[in-house]
């Protein structure tokens, strides 16, 4: 708005410049023509409408004139209505004098509000209430309304409705306590199919390839299931459940076994890899790097591959979800190569006749 009345102000001073070099009789003659153009436009418009600006203009500049003499202007609106809107100018500029330089509380700290947000985010249980109680123990001063003003602006739902754990949050937060397992398919070059079985640790990303086989029967899968948990129990794991699809090569049988040793087995939904996916990714990578770069020519050449394919995605292929880190090997410290004084010299290692590499420092 005061934009608009700066804007105004000036088009009124140009206007009045220009005035300055009419005379007289033009003036009249002006005034004649915009007050029929004025009539023309009361006959068209029932009730024109007027912004606050116009309102402002209009009463600054008619309200010197006395009533009588406001009576015989042609107008859009009443005399009286253009000396209520000068008192309400009045009243307004009055009341903002009077007024204290701030009203009501003052803003809530950025970095309170950021608390706020962050004990919603990491707490879906948590009301509006259970964050209040969870400042007031920290020290922070703050009204339990502010923190729901706070969780409303920012369009966080109510604490019931954001309880609710998704099958992504239940992996994340069970990934030390998780194994998932999975059997897929490999061609030879002579067209047969062979099923392989694996395993992998979610919290680690570490690999088991148990076996392979043309015919996967019950008691094969039973077999590979006693091999794994004695291989657990060597490793010291401390998994808990083992995620499965519904495949009907996984009988009961396979089931009882985990079930035995204290792990209980998590079916997976009718055609929802997703929720299998951290398997179902290490199955998409065996096939981009090794699979469909080798031509496998039987049984034993896969087991073969499929042993050194372990062994490198285990202690040195690097994985995201570890910082890049293997599986079973840490970062290494960082080296200091001051600049100019040192070269790096890098050894490389084929795997599988130059189908992996692997890179290392020179002695």
Known sequence: MLLRLAYLAATNILAILRLLTMSRHEKDIEILALRHQLLVLQRQVGKPTFTATDRAVLAGLLHRLPTDKLRRLLLLVQPDTILRWHRNLLKRRHAAASRPHR???????????????????????????????????LGIKIAAST????????????????????????LRGQAEALLACDLFEVRTLTGARLYVFAVIEHTTRRIRILGATAHPTADWLVQLGRNLLMDLEGAGSRARFLIRDRDAKFTAGFDALFADAGLEVVKTGIRIPRMNSIMERWIQTCRRELLDRTLIWNQHHLLYVLDEFETFYDGHRPHRALGQAAPLRP??????????RRRLRIRRRDRLGGTLHEYEHAA
């Open 147 to 170: 923190v729901w003003e706070i969780l409303k602006e920012h369009g966080i739902p109510p604490a019931p409705e954001r309880q609710s754990t998704t099958w992504a949050e239940f």
């Open 331 to 340: 970062l290494p410290e960082v080296i200091d190569i001051p600049a100019r």
């Open 103 to 137: 009203q009501g509380r003052p803003p809530t700290v950025r970095s309170i509000r950021a608390m706020v947000l962050r004990l919603a985010r990491e707490n879906p249980p948590w009301g509006y209430r259970r964050i209040h109680g969870e400042l007031a123990a």
